[in-house]
């Protein structure tokens, strides 16, 4: 069971907020300097991967408690939003849809991987140690369904397989723990893989020209019109993203509290679900505006903008990765490491045999795994240009979560015998 914890050293988000401004601008401060060996390193560990990780040493030291925090809520709620407005809005959206259908394959793929993955763990702890399979709400399979509802959709989808199944709130809170540690730790593998995307591809056998002219059209188009932006440019940068943040709550809880009073069956699509519809009604505002003059915005910078949003968005999401938690219930976390082992190797598998490119790996995964919030994080790591791709694959995972996590409830709970 996990052990109490003690009070974070820091409590003042403000604080907080300032010490994961330092790390940012450390990381890209280092991978700037000419020094061979540190851009050896860098080669390696690409900046992305270090803005995620260096801030859960925060959370894995005391020194923060994101529990407490409430960066992660604004930065995905205010933040988020306003980078997939302004990465859509730059964006080249009928060369986008041209990408074909490997990007629904490999998301498919990992939401299979994620209905096998399961079973498939727990079918081995039934062998390997049957003490860990708990009864009743306790059960470890109830705990494994509500991540199933994560891992194919999103937190509504894993409320939602919590009620279904009835998890007793001991197994619930250590399956949780896993859920975000583990997730993560796929995240910072997602990040690393965007890094080194041509080498993963020459590995895959990939073709991925589809993705490189989506990218090198937006480069080119970013080339022709950039200039240095005036003060008036980045207003207008700010007022388009935060405007857009400011519409889309407005619309986003009235639609989502009908829904949840009118439409019973909403929730199994997550349509109750406020911040499904606040990543919708932004990327559909970005998509709107992408046919308009505002794409010129991409010429003073409106995708380095919501780059920041993004990067800022990565230290948070960091924050909820604390390493030292697996050495309080580290059985469940190797039933949890097992788990995604199946996914990604299924990922890679199919990949390998489409000859998809790592961009459709990558992303069709944390669709699945990481929903609406590391989506579009982790598609942007492999060119701002092609965030909605990671947002409209996100949306496909809220659909199909909470069923395909509910048939694999159904499985597990055969594994288990609970009948």
Not at 85 to 108: E, H, N, Q, W, Y
Not at 180 to 192: D, P
Not at 222 to 240: C, H, W, Y
């Amino acid at each position: 069971m996990p052990s109490e914890k003690a009070a974070a050293l820091i409590t003042n988000d403000a604080v907080v907020l300032g010490l994961l401004a330092v790390i940012l601008a450390g990381v890209f401060w280092a991978s700037s300097l000419p020094n061979k060996g540190v851009q050896r390193f860098f080669a390696f560990v690409p900046a992305l991967l270090l803005c995620y990780f260096l801030p859960s040493l925060l959370t894995t030291f005391g020194v923060v408690d994101p529990e407490t925090s409430r960066l992660y809520f604004i930065a995905s709620r205010f933040l988020l939003p306003a980078a997939l407005v302004l990465l859509t809005v730059s964006a080249d959206l009928p060369a986008v849809f041209r990408l074909g259908p490997k990007a629904l394959i490999m998301f498919f793929t990992g939401t299979l991987g994620v209905m096998l993955g399961g079973p498939i763990a727990l079918l081995l702890t039934s062998w390997v140690a049957p003490d860990l399979m708990g009864a009743g709400p306790e059960a470890i399979w109830r705990g494994m369904a509500t991540v199933a509802g994560s891992w194919i959709g999103g937190s509504a989808n894993q409320t939602a397989l919590y009620e279904i199944y009835g998890a007793g709130p001991d197994v619930f809170s250590i399956w949780i723990a896993v859920d975000v540690i583990v997730a993560n730790i796929w995240m910072a593998g997602v990040l690393w893989i965007a890094a080194n995307q041509v080498r993963v591809n020459r590995l895959l056998r990939a073709d991925a020209s589809a993705v490189d002219r989506v990218r090198e059209k937006a480069e080119a188009y970013e080339t022709e019109n950039a200039r240095i932006p005036s003060l008036k440019d980045l207003i207008f940068i700010v007022g388009v993203g935060f405007g857009a943040v400011g519409l889309s709550h407005a619309l986003a809880d009235p639609l989502s509290a009908w829904f949840g009073a009118n439409a019973p069956w909403a929730q199994r699509l997550s349509l109750d679900s406020s911040f499904f519809w606040l990543v919708l009604i932004a990327t559909v505002i970005g998509v709107v505006l992408s046919f308009t003059p505002a794409r010129k915005l991409q010429g003073p910078g409106a995708a380095k903008v919501g780059s920041v949003f993004v990067y800022v968005l990565v230290a948070t999401v960091g924050l909820n990765m604390n390493i030292g938690a697996i050495l309080d219930s580290p059985a469940y976390f190797l039933i949890g490491l097992v788990w995604m082992a199946v996914h990604v190797l299924l990922l890679f598998a199919v990949a390998w045999l489409i000859k998809a490119p790592a961009f459709f790996l990558g992303v069709g995964s944390m669709a699945n795994i990481g929903g609406a919030a590391s989506a579009p994080v982790a598609a942007a790591a492999f060119h701002p240009s092609l965030a909605s791709v990671g947002v409209l694959l996100a949306v496909v995972g809220y659909i199909v979560g909470t069923g395909a996590a509910w048939f694999t409830g159904l499985v597990m709970m055969q594994i288990a015998g609970a009948g």
